[in-house]
Structures are given as C-alpha cells and as structure tokens.
C-alpha cells in the first residue's frame, strides 16, 4: 500500500486563517487618574465633520490599551465627544466635568472605553465613574 501525504488539508487550513476576518469593538475598562483636559473648537476641515479630538480630551495616567480587554487605543489620550459625534452633549459635558473634578481633587477614575468610537484615531470614553 502506497501512502502518500497530501497538502491540500494544510492549504485549505492556511487558506481558512488568512481568509479576512470581521473586527469587532472591544470596550476596555481602565482605573487611573486624570492628569490633563485639552479643549478644542477648531472644525475639522471638509469632508469630515465635528470638532478635532471631539471638542474635549482627558489625558490619563496610563494608557487606554492597558486597559482591560486590551481595546485599541494608541494612546492615554481619551475623547469625551463633546460635538455630540459619540455622545449626547450633555452627557459629554458631564463626563467633561467629572474628569476635571478628579484632577482638582486629584481622585481615581474609572473609564470605559470603545475602541470603535475614535475621534482623529484617540477612543472615545462612553463612562466615566468618580470615587
């Protein structure tokens, strides 16, 4: 009896992991200190529309992809939204605030972020939790 080996289940095997897959959002959980605000109401330009960095960003004390599930987010930056692109107004507003009241009461926060919401490439924050 003459056995011999075949490729054809190892192609279809390398053929099935590189076939293209779908990305879903991760939502990553993150507990750290706020350290900066950056504020903004300059438009970006045509086609795309809203304030740069959504209108408003906090700056963390350790990176948003140290975070729990690990979303993908470059940097400690985070976008509350402020142009209401992610967020209702209001609620980035109040998000806005807690931030800044951390730092004058220099408290932790928990943040929630979504890596699928990104203003120019920084994710954005859709909870924010005071202690």
Excluded at 58 to 68: E, F, G, R
Excluded at 99 to 112: C, D
């Amino acid at each position: 009896m003459n056995v011999r080996p075949t490729v054809l289940p190892a192609f279809a095997l390398f053929a099935a992991f590189t076939l293209p897959m779908s990305a879903n959002a991760v939502q990553g959980t993150l507990v750290t200190t706020v350290q900066r605000i950056l504020l903004t109401s300059d438009a970006q330009p045509s086609p795309n529309t809203g304030l740069y960095y959504g209108g408003c960003m906090a700056y963390l004390a350790h990176p948003i992809n140290t975070a729990s599930n690990s979303p993908n987010c470059p940097s400690a930056w985070v976008s509350f939204s402020c142009d209401g692109t992610y967020a209702a107004k209001d609620i980035a507003q109040m998000m806005l605030d807690q931030a800044q009241l951390a730092i004058a009461m220099k408290k932790t926060v928990t943040v929630v972020v979504d890596d699928a919401k990104k203003h120019n490439g920084f994710c954005t924050a859709t909870r924010l939790d005071l202690y």
